[in-house]
T-cell receptor
């Protein structure tokens, strides 16, 4: 699976949009971009995933650049409960082992 | 509402004891996983299963063992707990094309 690079930490004001970047310059054509988050002491929570088109669900939006070498997770109106570590992962969906490599992620702190 | 359940949530146990961490899911997923995570650190895959009677070791060497006799159940066992086993253990399940669903984890402390 391709390696990803994320900033170690970010702050965001409550109510504002949080934009979390991820670089995945070695992504291959059949690898998807997944985003998870982990709130302190809990199991990671799936947020969204995409291949090349932008995606939106009730939690967030995922913007993938045309060359697919980077993406941005957008939380449109951040709340204090969005404070968590956010992981960007790229992987082939049909991979035999099918396991996720989480890396260190971005620690997002939403400030009141 | 959780579809994957881990028990116990917290466990403090003495060195040398045998323990089993339980994980059950109600989604009918074939694939299940155990991850180990120390506080503030990355998740490491220690075991996974593609289905009943299928188990494999993950990327991180672990002295634990797993079994998969039923689709919904994927317990992890430590035959003789040691302080080095102190960690958080996270269970997850998935289907192809969808994200993983994680349990709330078991925080194990071996004294």
């Amino acid at each position: 699976d391709a390696k990803t690079t994320q900033p170690t930490s970010m702050d965001c004001a409550e109510g504002r949009a949080a934009n979390l970047p991820c670089n995945h310059s070695t992504i291959s054509g059949n690898e998807y971009v997944y985003w998870y988050r982990q709130i302190h002491s809990q199991g990671p929570q799936y947020i969204i995933h995409g291949l090349k088109n932008n995606e939106t669900n009730e939690m967030a939006s995922l913007i993938i650049t045309e060359d697919r070498k980077s993406s941005t997770l957008i939380l449109p109106h951040a709340t204090l409960r969005d404070t968590a570590v956010y992981y960007c992962i790229v992987r082939v969906v049909q991979t035999g082992a099918n396991n996720l490599f989480f890396g260190t992620g971005t620690r997002l702190t939403v400030i009141p | 509402e959780a579809d994957i359940y881990q028990t116990p949530r917290y466990l403090v146990i003495g060195t040398g004891k045998k323990i089993t961490l339980e994980c059950s899911q109600t989604m009918g997923h074939d694939k299940m996983y155990w991850y180990q995570q120390d506080p503030g650190m990355e998740l490491h895959l220690i075991h996974y299963s593609y289905g009943v009677n299928s188990t494999e070791k993950g990327d991180l060497s672990s002295e634990s063992t797993v079994s998969r006799i039923r689709t919904e159940h994927f317990p992890l066992t430590l035959e003789s707990a040691r302080p080095s086993h102190t960690s958080q253990y996270l269970c997850a399940s998935s289907e192809i094309g969808y994200g993983y669903t994680f349990g709330s984890g078991t925080r194990l402390t071996v004294v």
